[in-house]
């Protein structure tokens, strides 16, 4: 059984950085395919990064360039280095786990689906002040 705890949520202003972590307990973790998504009231969760276990990467087109996925994989975790944050970036963040994908250009309907992933993480919360 996969399980997933994000920490590292909190408060910044625009401007700022913060650093999500997941930690994840399961098998083979280096074979993952890992994503983080993130959750406004309201609104469909929306893929933010994807990492595959060849260390290729993928974003959502807002946060390119903002953004950085990473993985240990000695320490089973998943990042999710967030710079120059805007108030929009607000929401719960969640990390996703897809242990039956090598790489994330596999999916027919595109790596940001929520679908694609049988294990989520609880989720953490992100919020950034003008």
């Known amino acids: 059984q996969v399980q997933l705890v994000e920490s590292g ?3 910044a202003q625009a401007g700022g950085s913060l650093r999500l972590s997941c930690k994840a307990v399961g098998y083979s973790y280096s074979t993952y395919l890992l994503a983080w998504f993130r959750q406004t009231p309201g609104e469909e969760r929306e893929g933010v990064a994807v990492m595959d276990s060849d260390g290729n990467t993928d974003y959502k087109e807002s946060v390119k360039g903002r953004f950085t996925i990473s993985r240990d994989n000695n320490k089973r975790t998943l990042y999710l280095q967030m710079n120059s944050l805007e108030p929009e970036d607000t929401a719960t963040y969640y990390c996703a786990a897809d242990p039956h994908t090598r790489h994330f250009t596999y999916y027919t309907t595109g ?3 929520t679908s694609n992933y049988p294990h989520w993480g609880q989720g953490t919360e992100v919020t950034v002040s003008s």
């Open 9 to 11: 949520g909190g408060s």
């Open 111 to 113: 790596w940001s689906k």
